[in-house]
């Protein structure tokens, strides 16, 4: 099984929706979780992070982490072209270890 | 301005031809590392470093080598590139261990071994 993994995708979704990426992990001694945001070409971004269990919103994005069902998922709302990347789920046990990533398409 | 950088950016190589990718940060930063990405695999760790002259293996260091001899620099060096080295690599810092605190990435090497 994978340290980290998500579904490669693409995952396709209208502009002004609600864009669902999610991301489950193996090690249950994790502490901290991010996710990156990489548009093509380009180098990885930090957009969120979260320590605890629950939500945590910033702006258009929240991330939402269930330590005893091991995922951690990002919701992006009123979802714009502007979103389109591959977004990396990254966790923290002994080492910084990052999933394949999922690629996000928003069609407008 | 707070920034990553590598040179160079594009290269294009022979099979068993020596080369050097510098990486450089200018925000002080203790922890640096390198990784390389390829289609389906995701980022993954080649080597990291802690501090000057504190180095250690990722998860795929083979055929790599790095150093550590200022803070700032963290040369990634291929002694004798193969073509399973084509890939992109970025290299990354942060002030503490990876996770604890924000990584910053560097622009990307992408190298072509043929």
């Known amino acids: 099984q994978k340290e980290v993994e998500q579904n490669s995708g693409p995952l396709s979704v209208p502009e002004g929706a609600i864009a669902s990426l999610n991301c489950t992990y193996s090690d249950r001694g994790s502490q901290s979780f991010f996710w990156y945001r990489q548009y093509s070409g380009k180098s990885p971004e930090l957009i969120m992070s979260i320590y605890s269990n629950g939500d945590k919103e910033d702006g258009r994005f929240t991330a939402q982490l269930n330590k005893a069902s091991q995922y951690v998922s990002l919701l992006i709302r009123d979802s714009q072209p502007s979103d389109s990347a591959t977004y990396l789920c990254?966790?923290?046990?002994?080492?910084?270890?990052f999933g394949q990533g999922t690629r996000l398409t928003i069609n407008p | 301005e707070a920034q990553v950088t590598q040179n160079p950016r594009y290269l294009i190589t022979v099979t068993g031809k020596k080369l050097t990718v510098t990486c450089s940060q200018n925000m002080n930063h203790e922890y640096m590392s390198w990784y390389r990405q390829d289609p389906g695999l995701g980022l993954r760790q080649i080597y990291y470093s802690m501090n000057v002259e504190v180095t250690d293996k990722g998860d795929v260091p083979e055929g790599y080598k790095v150093s550590r001899k200022e803070k700032r620099n963290f040369p990634l060096i291929l002694e004798s590139p193969s073509p399973n080295q084509t890939s992109l690599y970025f290299c990354a810092s942060s002030f503490e261990t990876a996770g604890v605190d924000t990584q910053y990435f560097g622009p990307g090497t992408r190298l072509t071994v043929l």
């Open positions: 990254a966790i923290v046990a002994q080492k910084l270890v």
